[in-house]
């Protein structure tokens, strides 16, 4: 018998019907970032569409991003109160802190994440406190992680996001949580991040990079799949609900790998520096928007659950538009 597969793609309704991949923005994550201040939402240079906000004005802005069909979001806080140790992204009345309460507040159905790290809230923007001997020292580095994410808790945060790559951490914080009581709160783990240049624009945004040295101590090496198994394996069995791969477009192979083996629900970040790409190319009209949707459509056919991206809020439009609508 010939074989015809062109006949699935004749008509717009069959090919919906055959579709083996769909987006959906119920499992989309829109990243935010807050400042100190208020009456601020301003552009972040690098990040086209995407603002700094004041607390008062992102939740001035939380309706429209709920219609949008945004149902969950990242917060990252930019702030200028740093300290030697990080100790300072522990204080309960604190810029991520205030913003949960606000977000919980105002939209209690938003389900709200919290990148737990202390690169923006240390003076020298590593993610770690290092001894004299500049070996990182894990415990005092999980300790301030713990505090952290316990404040994000108190303050009401669904799921804390630790993305310092420090080892141990997820059973440092799950411990915490759970001896005070925080057995609820959620730890969606940035298990496989890699020492990658496409964080560029998000360090801009978050004033957090390194002021001396890099992250090759102790994010991951791109040349490594393997290793990432074993990362996300061992968040697994530290007690992670979420795990996460990131980047996401350069490393679709990272995901596929762990989709096969594991069975906790895989998310993927479509980091600042893939979405600043993607941006120019569709603003200056060297790309159709429609590169947008397919590039989200390949991270999640390689097997994410879940996508943490930018183009959230632009991106119910995008899948109206693929489906006919
Ligand atoms: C902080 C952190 C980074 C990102 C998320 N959390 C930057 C980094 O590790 O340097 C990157 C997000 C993005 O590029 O969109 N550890």
Redesign the pocket.
């Known amino acids: 018998m010939v074989k015809r597969p062109t006949r699935l793609r004749r008509s717009q309704t069959i090919r919906q019907l055959v579709k083996e991949t769909r987006l959906h923005m119920d499992q989309i994550i829109y990243?935010v970032f807050v400042v100190d201040g208020k009456n601020i939402k301003e552009e972040i240079p690098s990040m086209k569409g995407q603002y700094h906000y004041s607390v008062d004005r992102l939740l001035e802005d939380i309706d429209t991003l709920w219609n949008f069909g945004i149902h969950s979001l990242l917060v990252?806080a930019t702030t200028e109160h740093k300290s030697v140790n990080g100790k300072s992204g522990a204080q309960a009345n604190g810029l991520v802190q205030k913003a949960i309460r606000g977000i919980k507040e105002k939209k209690p159905q938003m389900t709200v994440i919290a990148?737990v790290?202390l690169?923006?809230y240390k003076e020298d923007g590593h993610?770690c406190i290092f001894r004299e001997d500049m070996e990182i020292d894990r415990i005092k580095t999980l300790d301030v992680l713990s505090q952290i994410a316990l404040s994000y808790a108190e303050a009401g945060v669904d799921m804390v996001a630790p993305?310092?790559m420090m080892d141990g951490r997820v059973a440092a914080i799950r411990e915490s949580l759970d001896a005070q009581k925080y057995e609820h709160v959620g730890i969606l783990a940035?298990s496989a991040?890699y020492a990658s240049a496409?964080?560029g624009?998000?360090?801009e945004a978050?004033h957090?990079a390194p002021a001396f040295g890099d992250?090759k101590m102790y994010?991951m090496d791109p040349a490594n799949q393997r290793e990432a198994l074993k990362e996300i394996q061992l968040d697994i069995e530290e007690g992670a609900d979420i795990v996460m791969v990131?980047?996401a477009m350069a490393y679709l192979d990272i995901i596929h790998a762990a989709s096969e083996q594991v069975e906790t629900p895989i998310a993927a970040?479509q980091?600042?520096?893939e979405?600043a790409m993607l941006r120019q190319a569709v603003d200056t009209g060297i790309l159709d928007q429609r590169a947008v949707y397919e590039s989200l459509l390949a991270i999640r056919r390689s097997g994410a659950t879940i996508i943490i991206t930018?183009f959230a809020k632009e991106l119910q439009g995008i899948l109206d538009k693929e489906a006919g609508l």
């Open positions: 990243p990252f990148d790290c690169c923006t993610c993305s310092d940035y991040k496409f964080y624009p998000f360090r978050a957090s992250r994010q990131k980047p970040y980091v600042s520096g979405f930018y």
